[in-house]
């Protein structure tokens, strides 16, 4: 009987794949969630809201059902379950005139739930897939809905070693990490690059001692509540990788390319920014109120334009919101704001001193036109992140490099005196009533001219170590010299020889592009998909190095340039480990309709590599900044507990490496 069942289930499945040809997706929603129900027991469920009349047709039950669906777990998963597939739901008994044979089907709605044994210092993630088949009318409609479930530890990453997460510090501690890592976001080039802005906004309007400190300290205190509150409440509701997505979105790259261009042309004279005549005239008789507002938006501007540099920074903190711990993350916001205020807020009083100075002669324009420049330099950085996310390709790196180049000649030039604009006052004169360029405007032009010189090898391919981690990937120039060298291998062509790892396959045609100027001058070979990676390791009994990263990332670049590039670290990287590049804000990729998911940390639905990288790295190894390493063994267990994330120490990268290393042998 069960071969004569098999060839009928087979047929009227053939049936239902012509019945769905071309027909809509079924009326279903998906919502999925997880709780703890003891010390070893975690219940995942699958609920599934049903559309007015359609018809999803029930888990088998007898082994004798025609149409059915079925909860598949893959075989990684298959040892933590506990138990059979629960369900709550009403199952309705009918005959199908369309397949003449009794069915069993929910019409309302129904939840499928599973336990699993995993205990609270465990992490683990469960995946499978929901394999329906839907009745909607007369027409039958299949599909495939991938799982995944990502179980967290509770407390400590293992429970043996390792130091403490940052969910079990102390408040304080949170407070003062928090701060440091504000202090150290000063020095990052988003952060500076306000500094001009502030110059200029303050130095119209603090006029008197009273009026600096009033607008220093409504300054600092706006910066610490838009920070403390934009960010946190931006957390909570949209999840952890939502600033990051802000900082690497085409459309907020694209606005600040627009306002640091229209700063920088302000700078150069072309026009004075001010406020309408409306809030003008409201100043005069509320000045307070329209004061604050102006400082306010400045503030504002601060805060957005900084995240692409300080998310990397603040980005453990905000994963602690999408993990229900918020006080932690309010307390740590308020200590990174803090410390990224004072400054400011010093840096906000002292124009009032400038005032003064600034009528004794023309240098105060002098150093507005200098920073003009330097804001048209630093509006093509956030054009050229716009570029690479939506992959245009406006703004290759000999582009961006030539403009550059043309842009810091031109600084050196008007610093010494052969480029002028119409606002600026004539040269100071010596005793003999000539022209002269003082000592100190003379080292700036040196220090432009001799910038605008070293780049130029960069237009045929050199690495520019210095300025590298602001560039367009070396990927998308067009011509580099070592290229048509021979002798100089890439991850593009591997050489041949023992060990060697095969080729990558997987996006990697789409995502070459990305690869940094340390992979392809040392012929390293990195992977973009993690599960390609996983079976490269497998078969060479290497441990995987999981690398997540950022197309628009900073400090990643800096990493690469300035630990990965070190001969002993390269040494091992290429010999002991297979190494995944994950990049988290590749939005231009989509997975196969297959592999799409909804991801309860990000609150949204996963369709692009970009979004299943950071939702990777956010569920199952409770981090959300770039660049992050993790190390694991073929079972896919951390070989290190904690991630390393930001830190070019080499010596400390190495132990890392060893230790790893180590412990896989083992």
Request: hydrophobic share 45%.
């Amino acid at each position: 009987m069960r071969p004569i069942r098999l060839l009928l289930s087979v047929a009227v499945f053939s049936t239902v794949s012509l019945f769905v040809t071309g027909q809509e997706k079924a009326p279903l929603a998906f919502h999925y969630a997880s709780q703890r129900i003891d010390d070893s027991t975690v219940m995942l469920s699958v609920q599934v809201g049903i559309g007015q009349g359609a018809r999803l047709y029930a888990l088998p039950v007898t082994g004798a059902e025609l149409l059915y669906t079925e909860l598949v777990f893959d075989s990684l998963s298959l040892p933590h379950l506990s138990g059979p597939v629960a369900v709550q739901g009403a199952v309705t008994k009918d005959m199908d005139p369309d397949l003449d044979a009794e069915v069993g089907y929910h019409s309302d709605s129904v939840v499928w739930s599973q336990r699993v044994r995993a205990g609270r210092a465990d992490s683990l993630v469960v995946r499978g897939s929901l394999r329906y088949i839907c009745k909607v009318g007369q027409s039958f409609v299949n599909g495939e809905e991938p799982l995944r479930f990502a179980i967290l530890p509770e407390r400590g990453i293992d429970g043996k070693g390792g130091g403490t997460p940052v969910a079990d510090r102390s408040l304080w501690w949170v407070f003062l990490a928090a701060f440091a890592g504000g202090l150290l976001a000063l020095l990052t080039p988003c952060v500076y690059s306000m500094i001009p802005v502030t110059v200029s906004f303050f130095t119209k309007r603090s006029t008197t001692r009273s009026e600096g400190i009033r607008n220093a300290v409504y300054y600092a205190v706006s910066i610490v509540v838009i920070f403390t509150l934009l960010g946190f409440l931006v957390t909570v509701v949209f999840g952890p990788a939502a600033l990051n997505n802000l900082a690497t979105n085409w459309i907020a790259n694209l606005l600040f390319f627009i306002l640091f261009l229209v700063f920088g042309i302000s700078f150069l004279g072309a026009f004075e920014i001010n406020l309408p005549s409306s809030w003008t005239n409201r100043s005069d008789a509320r000045a307070g109120s329209t004061s604050f507002g102006g400082i306010f938006f400045m503030a504002l501007t601060l805060v957005l334009v900084s995240f692409s540099c300080t998310g990397p920074i603040i980005g453990n903190l905000l994963v602690l919101a999408a993990r229900g711990s918020y006080l932690g993350p309010l307390v740590g916001m308020f200590g990174f704001s803090l410390a990224l205020a004072l400054p400011f807020a010093l840096f906000a009083f002292f124009p009032s001193k400038l005032n003064i100075l600034g009528k004794a002669g023309g240098w105060l324009n002098a150093v507005k036109v200098t920073l003009g420049f330097l804001e048209l330099a630093l509006a093509l950085k956030f054009l050229s992140n716009a570029d690479l996310v939506k992959g245009w390709r406006l703004l290759d790196r000999e582009v961006f490099l030539s403009l550059w180049i043309v842009i810091f000649l031109l600084l050196g030039i008007y610093l010494l005196g052969k480029l002028r604009f119409h606002h600026d006052d004539e040269l100071p004169k010596n005793d003999f009533g000539l022209p002269y360029l003082s000592v100190t405007r003379l080292f700036f032009a040196i220090a432009s001219l001799s910038f605008a010189v070293y780049m130029v090898p960069g237009m045929w391919g050199a690495p520019l170590k210095a300025i590298g981690a602001f560039l367009p990937p070396v990927g998308t120039q067009d011509f580099i010299i070592s290229d048509a060298s021979p002798g100089q291998g890439s991850s593009a062509s591997p050489a041949s020889g023992e060990g060697k790892l095969p080729h990558p396959v997987k996006y990697y045609e789409r995502m070459r592009v990305y690869e940094p100027e340390v992979v392809r001058k040392y012929g390293m070979t990195t992977y973009f998909d993690y599960e390609e990676a996983l079976t490269v390791s497998r078969r060479l009994k290497k441990p995987l190095m999981l690398d997540f990263t950022g197309i628009n990332c900073v400090n990643c670049r800096k990493m690469e340039a300035e630990v990965w590039s070190d001969p002993e670290v390269m040494r091992r990287l290429k010999e002991d480990f297979v190494i995944v590049s994950l990049y988290v804000d590749v939005q231009d990729i989509e997975l196969p309709e297959a592999e799409h998911y909804r991801s309860e940390a990000l609150g949204k639905k996963v369709f692009t590599l970009g979004d299943k990288n950071a939702d990777m790295q956010v569920t199952r190894f409770q981090a959300n900044s770039q660049p992050y390493y993790f190390f694991l063994d073929n079972e896919e267990k951390r070989l290190v507990p904690e991630g390393y994330g930001y830190d070019p120490d080499i010596a400390k990268f190495i132990r890392l490496l060893d230790e790893a290393k180590g412990k896989f042998g083992k």
